[in-house]
């Protein structure tokens, strides 16, 4: 990287950490800061769920599986497209309609305080690893492009780079700082964010390397055998199958994803919501996976993780590999920070306001939560730094999501729409999905002379995600067979008198969405200016590129400025005579 990359790096944190801090000032209360009081626009809410689940695992995950297998990988990624249209026709409108403030507390009313701790501690335990998972892929990107002297204490002995424990801490810490400071509009804004830097420089990153490697034609022609099949080795249309159904419960399921449509106004909304995810992930695959497969042909020698970062930054001018480096950032931090700012609220109203101290201000809460985040963000840092003694960022996101991802999310949408089952669902159900991801990983040996053990191990990809799907369903329909009797806590889900007291005592405020919305067309206009200045430090052959880009940031703010209006607010005694 080139000084004016490192300049655009610290511009662009400085940005974040100013938008952060400016964030705070609305995070007065707990259901600011966690639920921003209902009031996201679902474009915003959609754009956030779609850059959590696009985080930078996804650039050296599915982009070292694009660089191997090619189309494959577009393949895979575009179930999550299927399965976001499934979860905004049955299951979105359904979270949007319970009028919480944290998943903590449907769990609370439908299977008791058990599940509640259950949840937070275990689930989070899991989340942990995955976002450890994130950040280590982050750390990859940056580690390969920051090269430093010879010797240099924070240097990696065998490259030069900066060492990959290094790029953790730093880029861990940075992340954290701006979740615990901004809450969840300052989750929702950096994913507005880096949607669209991100998606601009891939826009100009596709072309550059098409024309190193002879344009389409010269792809379709040298690209090697197999490498445009949707499906290939360990990824076949049964694994597809099966990941579209994890996908559906993943995304229905987890709690960054219900945050999303808890943080809408309306159900309807919260099905725009998912509905513009489910059209994200069916669209743009294609064009993100491209960079890593156009790369093959240009290095068949690459590393596989960073073959992405390496492909973009063979094209790009100087400058903007160092934006394309922060909006990376930015995808890992959207990831990271939403998880956070999940678990933190389920410590802070869930375990610490319910148990601990129901007596707690808004101010003392706001503090829990942010402590909470704090020490949450340590233990992924830690996670982080273990990631390759687990096998690498693609064996864990495999394994998890294949074997567990279900088991933990299940019960939850089961409840909603189930009667039958308790509480110790959750117990069981969970529990002998463990105890089965456990055999798997470590019981079935690699070599056997068994037709079964082989059978197995030649699809091992699609029998861990079918096993991962069936011991939860199994487990929960036995449980739903046996019961005779409808659990309270499902009637009481289902109470209208419940629903409706939480409804009205929500006051909502139309412009509190009006601020951030502005904030983001403002935040894109300085980024623009950013790369207008740029244009000085640059070689005149690459000029044009970057002013156009430059260019398009600027248009995509002055469109958002013009279009979001200041809401015209109704005095309160017009809506008490409305009303009355």
Same mark, same amino acid.
């Given at each position: 990287?080139?000084?004016?990359?490192?300049?655009?790096?610290?511009? /662009?944190?400085?940005?974040?950490?100013?938008?952060?801090? #400016?964030? *705070?000032?609305?995070?007065?209360?707990?259901? @600011?800061?966690?639920?921003?009081?209902?009031?996201?626009?679902?474009?915003?809410?959609?754009?956030?769920?779609?850059?959590?689940?696009?985080?930078?695992?996804?650039?050296?995950?599915?982009?070292?599986?694009?660089?191997?297998?090619?189309?494959?990988?577009? *393949?895979?990624?575009?179930?999550?497209?299927?399965?976001?249209?499934?979860?905004?026709?049955?299951?979105?409108?359904?979270?949007?309609?319970?009028?919480?403030?944290?998943?903590?507390?449907? !769990?609370?009313?439908?299977?008791?305080?058990?599940?509640?701790?259950? /949840?937070?501690?275990?689930?989070?335990?899991?989340?942990?690893?995955?976002?450890?998972?994130?950040?280590?892929? +982050?750390?990859?990107?940056?580690?390969?492009?920051?090269?430093?002297?010879?010797?240099?204490?924070?240097?990696?002995?065998?490259?030069?780079?900066? *060492?990959?424990?290094?790029?953790?801490?730093? *880029?861990?810490?940075? #992340?954290?700082?701006?979740?615990?400071?901004?809450?969840?509009?300052?989750?929702?804004?950096?994913?507005?964010?880096?949607?669209?830097?991100?998606?601009?420089?891939?826009?100009?990153?596709?072309?550059?390397?098409?024309?190193?490697?002879?344009?389409?034609?010269?792809?379709?022609?040298?690209?090697?055998?197999?490498?445009?099949?949707?499906?290939?080795?360990?990824?076949?249309?049964?694994?597809?199958?099966?990941?579209?159904?994890?996908?559906?419960?993943?995304?229905?399921?987890?709690?960054?994803?219900?945050?999303?449509?808890?943080?809408?106004?309306?159900?309807?909304?919260?099905?725009?919501?998912?509905?513009?995810?489910?059209? !994200? /992930?069916?669209?743009?695959?294609?064009?993100?996976?491209?960079?890593?497969?156009?790369?093959?042909?240009? @290095?068949?020698?690459?590393?596989?993780?960073?073959?992405?970062?390496?492909?973009?930054?063979?094209?790009?001018?100087?400058? #903007?590999?160092?934006?394309?480096?922060?909006?990376?950032?930015?995808?890992?931090?959207?990831?990271?920070?939403?998880?956070?700012?999940?678990?933190?609220?389920?410590?802070?109203?869930?375990?610490?306001?319910?148990?601990?101290?129901?007596?707690?201000?808004?101010?003392?809460?706001?503090?829990?939560?942010?402590?909470?985040?704090?020490?949450?963000?340590?233990?992924?840092?830690?996670?982080? !730094?273990?990631? &390759?003694?687990?096998?690498?960022?693609?064996?864990?996101?495999?394994?998890?999501?294949?074997?567990?991802?279900?088991?933990?999310?299940?019960?939850?949408?089961?409840?909603?729409?189930?009667?039958?089952?308790?509480?110790?669902?959750?117990?069981?159900?969970?529990?002998?999905? #463990?105890?089965?991801?456990? +055999?798997?990983?470590?019981?079935? &040996?690699?070599?056997?002379?068994?037709?079964?053990?082989? /059978?197995?191990?030649?699809?091992?990809?699609?029998?861990?995600?079918?096993?991962?799907?069936?011991?939860?369903?199994?487990?929960?329909?036995?449980?739903? =067979?046996?019961?005779?009797?409808?659990?309270?806590? +499902?009637?009481?889900?289902?109470?209208?008198?419940?629903?409706?007291?939480?409804?009205?005592?929500?006051?909502?405020?139309?412009?509190?969405?009006?601020?951030?919305?502005? =904030?983001?067309?403002?935040?894109?206009?300085?980024?623009?200016?950013?790369?207008?200045?740029?244009?000085?430090?640059? @070689?005149?052959?690459?000029?044009?590129?970057?002013?156009?880009?430059?260019?398009?940031?600027?248009?995509?703010?002055?469109?958002?400025?013009?279009?979001?209006?200041?809401?015209?607010?109704?005095?309160?005694?017009?809506?008490?005579?409305?009303?009355?």
């Amino acid at each position: 990287m080139q000084p004016i990359d490192y300049f655009v790096l610290l511009v /662009y944190g400085a940005g974040i950490l100013l938008v952060g801090s #400016m964030l *705070s000032k609305k995070n007065k209360t707990t259901e @600011d800061m966690f639920a921003v009081k209902k009031q996201s626009p679902w474009w915003l809410s959609g754009l956030s769920s779609f850059m959590s689940a696009f985080s930078a695992g996804t650039f050296v995950v599915w982009g070292g599986i694009a660089y191997k297998s090619g189309l494959v990988a577009v *393949s895979i990624l575009m179930c999550s497209g299927i399965s976001s249209f499934i979860v905004g026709r049955f299951i979105a409108t359904k979270w949007a309609s319970l009028g919480i403030v944290t998943v903590g507390e449907y !769990l609370l009313i439908r299977f008791g305080r058990g599940s509640v701790q259950f /949840y937070t501690w275990i689930g989070m335990l899991f989340k942990i690893i995955a976002m450890g998972v994130a950040l280590y892929s +982050f750390a990859v990107l940056v580690s390969s492009l920051i090269h430093l002297s010879p010797g240099h204490w924070l240097a990696d002995p065998a490259t030069g780079n900066l *060492s990959i424990p290094t790029a953790v801490v730093i *880029s861990g810490a940075l #992340m954290l700082v701006y979740a615990v400071s901004g809450g969840l509009w300052a989750v929702l804004i950096i994913d507005a964010i880096q949607f669209v830097v991100l998606t601009a420089t891939v826009m100009f990153v596709v072309p550059l390397c098409l024309s190193k490697v002879g344009g389409i034609s010269g792809f379709l022609a040298h690209a090697p055998e197999g490498f445009l099949a949707p499906t290939g080795g360990a990824f076949t249309w049964l694994f597809l199958l099966g990941w579209v159904i994890v996908h559906t419960f993943k995304l229905g399921g987890e709690w960054v994803f219900i945050q999303r449509f808890l943080a809408v106004s309306s159900p309807a909304n919260a099905r725009k919501a998912s509905y513009l995810f489910g059209t !994200l /992930y069916l669209i743009s695959p294609i064009i993100w996976m491209l960079p890593p497969m156009l790369y093959r042909l240009i @290095d068949p020698a690459a590393l596989p993780e960073k073959a992405y970062i390496l492909a973009c930054a063979s094209v790009l001018p100087a400058g #903007m590999i160092g934006l394309l480096l922060a909006a990376m950032f930015s995808s890992a931090a959207s990831y990271i920070d939403g998880e956070v700012n999940v678990y933190a609220g389920a410590i802070t109203n869930d375990v610490y306001k319910s148990f601990i101290n129901p007596q707690a201000s808004e101010k003392k809460l706001v503090m829990i939560g942010r402590v909470s985040s704090f020490l949450i963000g340590g233990l992924i840092i830690s996670i982080a !730094l273990m990631v &390759p003694y687990f096998g690498g960022a693609e064996q864990v996101i495999l394994t998890i999501t294949g074997l567990l991802v279900v088991a933990m999310v299940l019960p939850v949408l089961w409840g909603l729409y189930f009667g039958k089952i308790r509480q110790n669902a959750v117990w069981i159900s969970t529990g002998a999905s #463990m105890i089965a991801a456990i +055999f798997c990983k470590y019981f079935i &040996p690699k070599t056997s002379a068994s037709p079964a053990v082989i /059978y197995y191990n030649q699809h091992r990809q699609e029998m861990e995600v079918m096993i991962g799907l069936m011991v939860p369903v199994v487990c929960l329909l036995i449980l739903e =067979l046996s019961s005779r009797t409808i659990s309270k806590g +499902f009637l009481q889900v289902k109470s209208e008198t419940l629903l409706n007291a939480k409804r009205e005592s929500a006051k909502s405020d139309a412009t509190i969405a009006y601020f951030p919305a502005r =904030l983001l067309g403002f935040s894109i206009g300085a980024l623009s200016l950013l790369m207008f200045g740029i244009l000085i430090f640059s @070689d005149s052959s690459v000029r044009g590129l970057i002013a156009l880009f430059a260019g398009s940031l600027l248009t995509i703010s002055l469109i958002i400025i013009r279009t979001v209006k200041k809401p015209v607010q109704i005095p309160e005694k017009h809506l008490t005579l409305k009303n009355a």
